[in-house]
């Protein structure tokens, strides 16, 4: 992941299910704090490195794309999904647009200070 801009900090979850890692890692939510925009959340603006990212692979089964949500459901949104091996081990990997809605903002934008403070 490239930042766009500044880059809020990454977050990541994982579970193993069925002998694969299902793995999502995101670049958490700003929230300003302070002036007119007061409480306002806004993602982090990035451009990730698909080839980079699929070198780390040792294999790739499959790669897609989800341009939109797929409904109330669907926590993740848009995302771009890997699944592949990696270190010898199966991996679902997704990349995001977005953080999911239940993590909270990794990074307060502090108007008056005029500076980012990071959350986590």
Same mark, same amino acid.
């Given at each position: 992941?490239?930042?766009?801009?500044? =880059?809020?900090?990454?977050?990541?979850?994982?579970?193993?299910?069925?002998?694969? $890692?299902?793995?999502?890692? &995101? @670049? !958490?939510?700003?929230?300003?704090?302070?002036?007119?925009? +007061?409480?306002?959340?806004?993602? /982090?603006? &990035?451009? =990730?490195?698909?080839?980079? =990212? *699929? +070198?780390?692979? /040792? /294999?790739?089964?499959?790669?897609? $794309?989800?341009? =939109? !949500?797929?409904?109330?459901? +669907?926590?993740?949104? @848009?995302?771009?999904?890997?699944?592949?091996? *990696? +270190?010898?081990?199966?991996?679902?990997?997704?990349?995001? !647009?977005?953080?999911?809605?239940? &993590?909270?903002?990794?990074?307060?934008?502090? #108007?008056?200070?005029?500076? &980012?403070?990071? #959350?986590?």
């Amino acid at each position: 992941m490239h930042a766009h801009d500044v =880059l809020a900090p990454i977050g990541c979850h994982y579970h193993f299910e069925n002998d694969v $890692w299902e793995v999502t890692i &995101f @670049a !958490s939510r700003t929230e300003v704090l302070g002036g007119e925009r +007061d409480g306002l959340r806004f993602p /982090s603006r &990035f451009v =990730l490195d698909i080839k980079g =990212l *699929l +070198d780390l692979f /040792s /294999s790739v089964e499959a790669i897609e $794309w989800q341009a =939109l !949500s797929q409904g109330p459901d +669907d926590e993740i949104g @848009a995302n771009l999904a890997v699944l592949g091996t *990696l +270190d010898g081990g199966q991996v679902c990997l997704r990349i995001p !647009s977005e953080a999911p809605d239940r &993590f909270e903002v990794g990074r307060l934008a502090n #108007v008056y200070e005029m500076r &980012f403070i990071d #959350v986590w």
